[in-house]
């Protein structure tokens, strides 16, 4: 979707909001070129003070990106970027939240709970840019989410010890990688498969085409400067 203006893209200057090593692959796939600086925010908002899952998921990836975009400003070595990404995966199963494993045993317990059952993976998107010139704001903004359901296969106890024990888990919402071993669990999936492995492609793209065609067509606010 992005063939035509991948290279323009590129050279606006494009920010990944993010350390993950999947969203870093997924992105340098369609021949993105961009830098990496992950977020300091600290991920630890309470659920239970959103309305809803979805709404939590999307505020922790709005924070991350305008720590990352307010680090950028405070830089003096770093240039605007013309777009900073950033993105956060939940794992929701019976309208409870399943983050990352605290550790091994916790990732037995998730994988436990999904086994021979259905969930959702959502992945919340953020898109900054830089702000015109005179406006209130330093970056215009734009957040969505997209949501995949994924049926587990039954799960021994003995199989998913076996999984926990090689540390895939450990880094991924929910306690599984669909693009690794975790893929194995897997017996149906309705809707993106990027959106389980951490960044809705597609979408991403349609959205990009949609709110920012400047970017695209690599006319960033230029002469804005860092204040």
Wanted: proline share 4%; glycine share 8%.
């Amino acid at each position: 979707m992005l063939a035509g203006c991948i290279s323009n893209l590129s050279e606006s200057g494009v920010v990944l909001a993010s350390k993950s090593p999947r969203r870093f692959e997924i992105l340098r796939q369609i021949g993105l070129k961009f830098s990496v600086r992950s977020s300091k925010f600290a991920e630890d908002l309470n659920h239970s003070s959103f309305d809803s899952p979805k709404k939590y998921v999307q505020e922790t990836a709005r924070r991350k990106a305008v720590d990352v975009w307010e680090d950028i400003m405070k830089d003096k070595k770093a240039h605007l970027p013309g777009l900073l990404i950033a993105a956060d995966t939940i794992v929701i199963h019976k309208n409870v939240v399943l983050e990352k494993p605290h550790d091994s045993s916790h990732a037995f317990k998730m994988l436990k709970t999904l086994s021979g059952d259905s969930h959702e993976v959502v992945t919340a998107v953020v898109l900054l840019t830089p702000g015109q010139e005179g406006a209130s704001s330093a970056y215009e903004s734009r957040i969505f989410y997209e949501t995949t359901q994924v049926t587990f296969a039954d799960l021994t106890d003995d199989i998913i010890k076996s999984y926990v024990d090689t540390k895939e888990p450990m880094d991924k919402a929910g306690g599984y990688g669909i693009q690794g071993i975790g893929g194995s669990f897997v017996s149906g999936i309705t809707g993106c498969y990027y959106n389980v492995m951490g960044f809705p492609l597609h979408r991403f793209c349609a959205e990009l085409l949609k709110w920012s065609p400047s970017v695209l067509k690599g006319k960033t606010n230029e002469s804005r400067k860092k204040s």
